[in-house]
């Protein structure tokens, strides 16, 4: 008895659905289908496919890419990731896509799968601020310490790799007693007057 081959038939040329444009082949590859999938599913050959891909502006992962996103639990595993740069350091979705070795697209969608909610560009501007003064005031007070223990502003400023007015303005922030010019002990307490 011979074994014949049967090959599924593509869907009729009219037929083409919005899954068939670029941008749904984009979408179906960027929550993880390979390009095979998608041709057996298209019903196009392996080129049109790929060529629809690149015209949305598809970028292409590897093997161990798809691999890594469709394995269930190290998908989980670099969500949960993601959600905690997102949440807890402030990254971008262009940062956690990065990270992560994915599109901005699968990162927003990870983000959410690990139960974050993506913020607005005001929100992640505040969140980024915040962080910046944190660690501006945290160099102002080591600043002060150093200055507090005999180190001149100049001495200060080439240490740190910044102007001599801008480590005047941290010092003022962190509220240091200045000395007078020329002397470079150890600042003094200032007396209290009666």
């Not at 990731?81 to 956690?96: D, I, N, W």
């Not at 799968?113 to 962080?131: C, D, H, K, V």
């Amino acid at each position: 008895m011979e074994l014949r081959r049967v090959t599924p038939q593509p869907p009729p040329a009219d037929a083409e659905s919005e899954s068939i444009t670029p941008q749904g082949l984009r979408e179906q590859y960027e929550s993880g289908a390979t390009v095979a999938e998608l041709v057996a599913t298209s019903g196009l050959s392996y080129g049109t496919v790929l060529n629809r891909l690149r015209e949305a502006g598809t970028v292409m992962r590897t093997s161990w890419q798809t691999r890594r996103m469709r394995d269930g639990q190290a998908r989980r595993n670099l969500a949960a990731r993601l959600r905690r740069l997102y949440e807890q350091h402030g990254a971008t979705l262009t940062e956690l896509a990065a990270a992560g070795s994915v599109t901005r697209f699968a990162a927003r969608r990870l983000l959410v799968e690990a139960g974050g909610t993506p913020r607005t560009t005001q929100q992640t501007l505040r969140i980024r601020s915040a962080a910046s003064t944190a660690r501006r005031m945290k160099l102002a007070e080591s600043l002060r310490s150093r200055y507090e223990a005999g180190a001149t502003v100049p001495e200060l400023a080439e240490g740190c790799s910044y102007s001599v007015a801008t480590v005047y303005r941290l010092l003022h922030q962190a509220g240091t007693p200045m000395r007078p010019q020329h002397n470079h002990g150890p600042a003094r307490t200032p007396r209290k007057r009666s």
